[in-house]
T-cell receptor
Framework: LAKTTQPISMDSYEGQEVNITCSHNNIATNDYITWYQQFPSQGPRFIIQGYKTKVTNEVASLFIPADRKSSTLSLPRVSLSDTAVYYCLVEDSGAGSYQLTFGKGTKLSVIP | GAVVSQHPSWVICKSGTSVKIECRSLDFQATTMFWYRQFPKQSLMLMATSNEGSKATYEQGVEKDKFLINHASLTLSTLTVTSAHPEDSSFYIC????????????FGPGTRLTVT
């Protein structure tokens, strides 16, 4: 069961790029890495998902090195509305079972 | 986009009573739904995996007789908290996966349960 480690909190000024790294040393071959964003008293929202190398969508990029023991979520030019908790999730859906381990999350505070 | 709803959004109940929370996938079929619990300032904790037409799979430490899960159709899963106690007060969140899709989970807005 892959365990994830993230920084507890980060601060950033508006307009800056923010990189949040998640460590998952025990990641297995079948595991995917997914990042979610959560605002207070709301369900998480999908940001991005990847298996290896780099993935980019309209809101973020995800960098995964070759050993896959970590991943970095990159948020370009953050705004105040990006203030939230960001979770790294390692998912194993092999053999029909589900191993879902949410990290403790990184509370991002964007400062004007 | 894929939308998941939960009902109710919040509920207050007395200790010893039971509460049912519904999770619906509104515009897609979900063969698998997940139920999470989240205490204040903590991460999400997976409680159980709900598969349509079969018994739910509970995580270690989660009492299956206390948290009854029914996934009767491809769009509806319910979580019933039986004989609720104040320590069951929490934020309950469901998620669903589109049948045959990737690993992305679509989360509901959550249900705030307060047991008095």
């Amino acid at each position: 069961l892959a365990k994830t480690t993230q920084p507890i909190s980060m601060d950033s000024y508006e307009g800056q790029e923010v990189n949040i790294t998640c460590s998952h040393n025990n990641i297995a071959t079948n595991d995917y890495i997914t990042w979610y964003q959560q605002f207070p008293s709301q369900g998480p929202r999908f940001i991005i998902q990847g298996y290896k190398t780099k993935v980019t969508n309209e809101v973020a990029s995800l960098f995964i090195p070759a050993d896959r023991k970590s991943s970095t979520l990159s948020l370009p030019r953050v705004s105040l509305s990006d203030t939230a908790v960001y979770y790294c999730l390692v998912e194993d859906s092999g053999a029909g079972s589900y191993q879902l381990t949410f990290g403790k999350g990184t509370k991002l505070s964007v400062i004007p | 986009g894929a939308v998941v709803s939960q009902h109710p959004s919040w509920v207050i109940c007395k200790s010893g009573t039971s509460v049912k929370i519904e999770c619906r996938s509104l515009d897609f079929q979900a063969t698998t739904m997940f139920w999470y619990r989240q205490f204040p300032k903590q991460s999400l904790m997976l409680m159980a995996t709900s598969n349509e037409g079969s018994k739910a799979t509970y995580e270690q430490g989660v009492e299956k007789d206390k948290f009854l899960i029914n996934h009767a159709s491809l769009t509806l899963s319910t979580l019933t908290v039986t004989s609720a106690h104040p320590e069951d007060s929490s934020f309950y969140i469901c998620s669903a996966r589109i049948a045959g899709d990737s690993y992305e989970q679509y989360f509901g807005p959550g249900t705030r349960l307060t047991v008095t």
